[in-house]
């Protein structure tokens, strides 16, 4: 169950664009505590996009403090720019984010909590968190807008705790197939090289290029016509 | 040097976002590539926040063409959330985000490259990248607004890239050798291909094959004598 968490939020735009994110990287809830705006307002459904049927999913909940929020969550992360990297402020030492998600892994419930556009979180509201995070940015202008913050969260956590995506599912090229071009570029290699040696470094530089790319079954089916193709025009004029 | 690359932008809210991320994440140069809005109103302004300064730095730069903005640029990658998984549609093959960021830790010089919020990229627009890139998001709704997209990308390539190791980095001459190679690339495909779109297909291909995989000096070097040999032998031959 993956959760956020938005504290005061003060933006009608910027929560548009968190419902948006919301439904791009499939959130279960998505807990507003004690917004400073009209929640429901037309500027939050036009920023919302396509993703303004999230708005009425039911997912989308109101709450009046932080406490009642994190009730049912296994493991809970405040974000913040302001972070400690010399004092002895315990409060303020976060983690990255990445290991923030390794951590999560092992629970079944995790929420992300983000506080105000204009001032964060108070020291109270990160004392009710499990841990403070932060994301690494550059350190003369660290501070996301909100809703950057939450899209960078969310992919990071999507990417590692939600199920594949799309990219992963592309298949794999096959065995033959691979096997097929490497016979096609010995032979492409030998008609060109000057000499044995150079033949192996042809030979062997191009069929581990194949080896190294991910290549999609597509993409494989391209490259061995192509190359056959090839061999064909040179081996025919030698 | 790390580029932001955005074709035909329409929203000023958009852009303004777009400038404080390249302030967070220490963008060396924002492209603005036929903008169909004032770059520098008072809306951007607004939206890019204490980011505002950077719209001043000569960091955003306007251009008529992708090409224009890409010219000097050792690897590209266009993002698209039309992505291919099933059909052989080369040009729509895409990679997942963390395993490009992988691949241009190599680069001295890296461009991403992001479309309109309408329509995206053209196909013609594509096919000027090194790359496809996908965001992993909830396959029922993929579709990120623009500037989360590219607050998602800059964050995985400061996280890698920007606090990283001096790990080897390919040269700007061997980043020649690749566009030589891919020059000829080129010549071969036309030679063998029935038609224009099977010439596409073949010559996109090989060309991302080259791009996909990490290779040393001399597996380039290799790469690029074989290559041109072939090509001067078959062209010699037509």
Redesign the interface.
């Given at each position: 169950m993956l959760k956020v968490v938005v504290v005061g939020i003060e933006g009608e735009?910027n929560l548009g664009?968190i419902v948006?994110?919301c439904?791009?990287?499939?959130v279960d809830e998505l807990a507003v505590v004690s917004p400073q705006i009209n929640v429901f307002s037309d500027e939050v459904k036009r920023?919302a996009?396509?993703?303004v049927d999230y708005l009425f999913s039911g997912k989308v909940r109101i709450y009046q403090s932080i406490e009642d929020s994190l009730k049912d969550v296994g493991i809970s992360a405040c974000t913040s720019a302001v972070i400690d990297t010399r004092s002895g402020d315990v409060l303020r030492k976060a983690i990255e984010l990445?290991d923030f998600v390794k951590i999560a892994q092992s629970y079944t419930s995790i929420a992300v909590v983000f506080g105000r556009e204009s001032v964060g979180l108070t020291r109270e509201e990160i004392s009710k968190c499990n841990l403070l995070v932060h994301?690494?940015?550059?350190p003369?202008?660290?501070?996301?807008?909100l809703?950057?913050a939450v899209?960078?969260v969310l992919?990071e956590l999507?990417?590692t705790i939600?199920k594949a995506?799309?990219?992963?599912?592309?298949?794999k090229a096959d065995e033959d197939s691979l096997k097929i071009a490497e016979k096609y570029i010995d032979a492409?290699?030998k008609?060109?090289?000057s000499d044995d040696r150079q033949y192996e470094?042809?030979s062997l530089?191009?069929k581990?290029?194949?080896r190294?790319?991910?290549?999609?079954k597509?993409?494989i089916?391209?490259?061995v016509?192509?190359i056959r193709?090839?061999a064909n025009?040179?081996l025919r004029?030698s």
């Open positions: 735009v664009f948006r994110l439904k791009n990287f499939d920023f996009a396509n993703g990445q994301i690494a940015s550059n003369e202008y660290p501070v996301l807008n809703s950057h899209a960078i992919y999507y990417k939600k995506s799309l990219a992963e599912k592309i298949d492409l290699a008609a060109v090289a470094m042809f530089t191009f581990r290029l194949l190294k790319a991910p290549l999609s597509a993409e089916g391209f490259l016509t192509f193709r090839l025009k040179i004029q």
